[in-house]
């Protein structure tokens, strides 16, 4: 089905908001098969709202809508959806009643402004807002429908999931199913290669690759009659996308790379601590994001300086004088004196040249050693990113060595 | 003048990224002087590209359009908008010599359908692309003008800068000053109060807030004939708003603190160390991701354990024992510890409630104390968020981490 989204609000106009809003529902739609044509953000303004919505149904025969729908003067979405749709705003018994409670339970005082968002299209299918004040609303005319929900992303994306998502799975009469497999290790293009025989041809489960951030990801996706047949589809599919790349995969799920590794270091009760150079406290602060880790992460230490390197992991001079900074030899080490000092399971360190300056021929910018001290073993591992910058250098030596702790403990 | 922003791109359809290049151009027309009346995305289509022109102009003046520049099948922008503007594509003598100039000096063999980008609408002025192999180019029809640039945000940005902006300024008969002014520590209905003398009835220069992560802008602003006599107004301005809220300010320059900070350390060559519990190591990522910060920044150390507390820092068992982890107490036992171990000049230490978890009544989640040593003295600073979430409570620490430093060395 032909769909345009339709964002209201003046602050995107001005720039002052990056339009998340339609990114998240273009991916949801296209996940269930429908085609979004057209995004449109309009301010405020009844009149051009209005032929907006008229432009948008010449071609397309849903309209997913956000924002507008609040209590002050400017949220006219609401009057200009019935208006362009040949109905008229009624005071509605249940958004009243949900409206009346709220503010009673939450022992707020109501404006009268707020009484707005007790007023519905007649004809329209009411939506709850789960996470705020303002209710969504679907309203048809004539085959063409509008789906209307909250702006903030927060309450947007809760009525997308608990409202919007049933009715538009409902439309359909084949079922989408997809699972995004995230890898680290390896190329977009040598991905591609390696499937190749798998995606060659194939027209369902269909399979796409994304590069993202120094990653790479596969979507596996299966348009079936039922949902079972196509869960069914996508998962043999991605028994036979095992077979070839599956050392590199590290969630069936979509999972993020360090919050798989950090329910890993929680379920097995593996402490961990760490030593960073180049990255500078990035893996610390990414571990330290996960509400619980406490539990298992006991120190980190950004040894920015050669004196820090000898003083707190007990390198030797002589290494650093050797070897340098930015060796296997440092990576190990800084590794096994941080295993020393703290007694944690698993200690990592990393040691790398950041940039933009600081690169050499045989040291280019971009080059990273990790190193992992591990049940009595202590071994360095080399990464080397292509240089783009001091920011991805840095998140690319981050991923390596969650990788890095990801294979020795999964 | 009414201006729309037209983005051409699959991708944006599939929500595969986000429309950032329309948040960015809708900030600087809007500082400019120019109303963004709307925003559309549509795909590489030539019917419905068309379609959306031709509407777009029976509202606005100006289109700005970024994407489908490039040398693929798929690329149509340019062809679609000489047929919308009434003219045809023709072999561009300037834009080929460029194209195979730039070929000839990289070293690689040209494909043909490259050669696309050697024609251009034959009315266009073309904007030359110093970031990438697409130019851009502006076409009017009766008062009516396209302005089309590449879609990659880099070379859409770079092209804006030196291309577009002299001649959207040139358009104007006048000119928009403006400075933003970055503060931390007063949020923004404190700020409008106090800020309201000013802000009350004044028409040039303008005055506005915005919150931000934490934090409070200000954009003070000036339509005048001529830019000196802009620049004049709003430095004014700004000397009124020095006097009411000048220790809040920390940029006049739209500046992240950070990066001042970062700065001010480097210009008085102040070393510095930290000892992080709450943020875990985002103070010394923050810190670091700034090049040449290695001159300044010795080493940081998460201590996320009571033992890494006592172990690294010093800390004293009594000291958690009496007063709790998430204590003045303890903040400046970690400063004083870290320092007598660094003897660097500053040493910061926080130590807080990050949450969702750990609150209690007394010591809330988001609570954090940071600890400050300094030319011989020690103190401990109280900072408390709203708990709207783990991120910005470790954000909001960061900040405060970052302001005291500032509030010191400035």
């Given at each position: 089905m032909k769909t345009a989204i339709l964002t209201v609000g003046t602050e995107i106009l001005f720039g002052q908001i990056v339009n998340t809003n339609a990114a998240f529902l273009s991916q949801e739609l296209q996940n269930m098969g429908y085609d979004v044509m057209y995004h449109y953000s309009v301010g405020d303004n009844p009149g051009r709202l209005k032929e907006l919505i008229n432009f948008a149904f010449h071609d397309c025969d849903l309209i997913l809508t956000t924002g507008g729908l609040g209590p002050t003067q400017d949220d006219l979405t609401k009057e200009v959806i019935a208006e362009a749709m040949g109905d008229v705003i009624v005071e509605n018994e249940e958004c009243m009643k949900a409206l009346l409670d709220n503010y009673k339970k939450a022992g707020r005082t109501m404006t009268p402004n707020n009484l707005k968002q007790g007023y519905m299209p007649s004809r329209a299918r009411v939506l709850p807002n789960d996470a705020g004040t303002a209710p969504g609303f679907a309203l048809e005319k004539d085959g063409k429908l509008i789906i209307s929900m909250p702006g903030p992303p927060r309450e947007m994306k809760r009525m997308f999931e608990l409202q919007v998502k049933p009715i538009l799975e409902s439309m359909q009469d084949s079922v989408i199913f997809y699972r995004i497999i995230r890898t680290f290790g390896l190329g977009e293009s040598s991905m591609e290669t390696v499937l190749l025989p798998l995606i060659d041809g194939q027209t369902d489960p269909t399979i796409a690759t994304y590069a993202k951030e120094g990653e790479c990801s596969l979507r596996v996706a299966s348009k079936r009659a039922t949902k079972e047949e196509a869960v069914a589809a996508v998962d043999r599919m991605i028994e036979d996308v095992n077979q070839l790349i599956g050392e590199y995969i590290y969630s069936y799920d979509d999972e993020d790379l360090v919050d798989v590794v950090g329910k890993l270091l929680l379920e097995k009760h593996i402490t961990i601590s760490c030593a960073e150079s180049c990255t500078g406290g990035l893996f610390a602060a990414a571990l330290t994001?996960?509400?619980?880790i406490s539990e298992v992460f006991e120190r980190g230490i950004v040894t920015y300086s050669n004196r820090a390197k000898m003083e707190e992991l007990g390198v030797k001079a002589e290494t650093l004088d050797k070897f340098g900074a930015v060796s296997p030899e440092t990576a190990c080490e800084m590794a096994s004196g941080l295993a020393e000092k703290t007694g944690s399971d698993l200690c990592i360190s990393v040691t790398g040249i950041a940039g933009p300056g600081g690169g050499t021929a045989e040291k280019p910018v971009g080059l990273a050693y990790i190193g992992i001290a591990y049940k009595g073993q202590v071994k360095a591992v080399k990464s080397q990113y292509r240089n783009v910058s001091r920011k991805w250098n840095r998140h690319y030596a981050l991923l390596g060595m969650l990788n890095q702790v990801y294979q020795l403990i999964k």
């Open positions: 994001d996960i509400p619980g």
